[in-house]
């Protein structure tokens, strides 16, 4: 996937906007998915994925957890499902950044510099995740519970409207795990990258009810 390299200018303005303002607005738009009938996407296991128990935690909830291992790089891959219980889609994007902030801020275990997110290419989101928009970051040295033994983390968002965001982590202790080239690219041979595409947004039809794809 490529990259805007602008980093959500709405973020910036989450430095200014009081706490208890901030938890009113998000707090009305998204939630913990309890449910597949509320929300869901679909997996897809390569031969390097295999299903481990999810990690309990204080920071954020998880909602699949898998182990990942390629040419002797270990990781993990984890996904955090949110449901979209907004009505109103006029400040979308401004509570979905909120949400992001938030959540980065809480498995880092550190104020996040909002420069070091980037935006996707919404057509790119559509394409290869079947989302609306994105973003990402790569954080080091995190000192979270979330991020207990690991050293590097990959972190991606995506936002499927009228259904809700996703929130996926690519955990890792060595760089060779990600393949990240001089120049930015990623390997092709890297673990994170073969078992990148590995889910989508499931659609729904005029009833609600989920496609089977």
């Not at 980093?7 to 938890?23: E, K, N, P």
């Not at 699949?64 to 006029?90: A, P, V």
């Not at 590097?152 to 060779?176: A, P, S, T, W």
Request: hydrophobic share 40%.
């Amino acid at each position: 996937m490529k990259l805007n390299k602008k980093m959500l200018i709405v973020l910036s303005i989450l430095f200014i906007v009081d706490v208890t303002c901030f938890a009113k607005i998000i707090g009305s738009r998204f939630k913990i998915t309890e449910s597949e009938k509320e929300f869901d996407v679909i997996y897809y296991l390569t031969e390097d994925m295999k299903v481990e128990q999810n990690k309990q935690n204080n920071d954020v909830n998880i909602t699949q957890t898998f182990k990942i291992e390629k040419n002797g790089q270990k990781g993990e891959l984890r996904y955090s499902l949110f449901t979209d219980m907004g009505e109103d889609d006029s400040d979308i994007k401004m509570q979905y950044a909120m949400w992001v902030f938030m959540c980065i801020n809480n498995i880092a275990g550190f104020e996040v510099p909002s420069n070091i997110i980037s935006s996707f290419n919404d057509n790119d989101v559509k394409n290869e995740f079947n989302g609306n928009f994105g973003c990402t970051a790569f954080l080091q040295d995190p000192k979270s519970e979330y991020s207990e033994g690991y050293k590097y983390m990959m972190v991606e968002f995506f936002y499927k409207e009228k259904q809700g965001l996703v929130m996926r982590v690519f955990l890792f202790n060595g760089i060779d795990f990600a393949g990240i080239n001089e120049d930015g690219s990623i390997s092709a041979e890297s673990p994170l990258f073969t078992n990148y595409h590995t889910f989508r947004f499931m659609e729904k039809d005029e009833n609600g009810n989920f496609i089977d794809e």
